[in-house]
Each structure stands twice: as structure tokens, then as C-alpha cells.
């Protein structure tokens, strides 16, 4: 059993930067793909990256490429997503999901989910 929880949401000026965190209790952690979702309000959640369990591969929705990156410290069983030149629109729930399988966006190929954290910008 993996339970994620997430951290370090808040609100920012647009083009601002904040790094979330999700630390995920257990000893399988380092073998678990590991993926972040959002959802804004009245809106579906939708994918937002995810990265293997080695850290080796990664994929990052259309809408956050170049300015998100994902990145995992096993030996912390942490996992961090790093959002820069942040836009109002990326305001949302920001979810961290465990033991993913492909395809790494659909939400319902992992098994473990943290509560959310919220993620503010401000235009």
C-alpha cells in the first residue's frame, strides 16, 4: 500500500514558479510509475506528467511542455513537479498519483492517489 501527499501548492503572480512534492510512504515506492493530474474547477481532470519508476522516462501533456518537469528521489520516495512561467490557467488541483500503468495518462491506469493540493496563479 502507497499513500502519496502532496505539497508546496499556493498562490503565485503568472510567471511565477512553484515545485510541488509528493511523498509517498512504502517500501515499493522506487518500483512505481508515478504521474501528476489537475482539475480546475468545473472542469475533468486531466493529465499533467508522469515519469517511470527509474526515473528514466517521462511524459508531459502538450499543454505543460517546457515549463513543468518531473523528477523523482527514490531514496526519498519523493516525487516533484516543477512549474515554471506559471499562467492563470494552470490554476487547479494538483494530484499525485502511484503505480501507474501505460498508457500514463489516463487516470484510471493508477492505483493510489494523494488528496490534492491547490495550486493558485494570479493574472
Known amino acids: 500500500q502507497v499513500q502519496p501527499v502532496e505539497s508546496g501548492g499556493g498562490l503565485v503572480q503568472a510567471g511565477g514558479s512553484l515545485r510541488l512534492s509528493c511523498a509517498a510512504s512504502?517500501?515499493?515506492?522506487?518500483?512505481?510509475?508515478m504521474g501528476w493530474f489537475r482539475q480546475a474547477v468545473g472542469k475533468e481532470r486531466e493529465f499533467v506528467a508522469a515519469?517511470?519508476?527509474?526515473?528514466?522516462?517521462?511524459n508531459y501533456a502538450d499543454s505543460v511542455k517546457g515549463r513543468f518537469t518531473i523528477s523523482r528521489d527514490n531514496a526519498k520516495n519523493t516525487v516533484y513537479l516543477q512549474m515554471n512561467s506559471l499562467k492563470p490557467e494552470d490554476t487547479a488541483v494538483y494530484y499525485c498519483?502511484?503505480?501507474?500503468?501505460?498508457?500514463?495518462?489516463?487516470?484510471?491506469?493508477?492505483?493510489?492517489w494523494g488528496q490534492g493540493t491547490q495550486v493558485t496563479v494570479s493574472s
Open positions: 498519483a502511484a503505480r501507474g500503468r501505460l498508457p500514463w495518462s489516463d487516470a484510471s491506469r493508477y492505483d493510489y
Open positions: 512504502g517500501r515499493t515506492f522506487s518500483t512505481y510509475n
Open positions: 515519469i517511470s519508476w527509474s526515473g528514466e522516462f517521462t
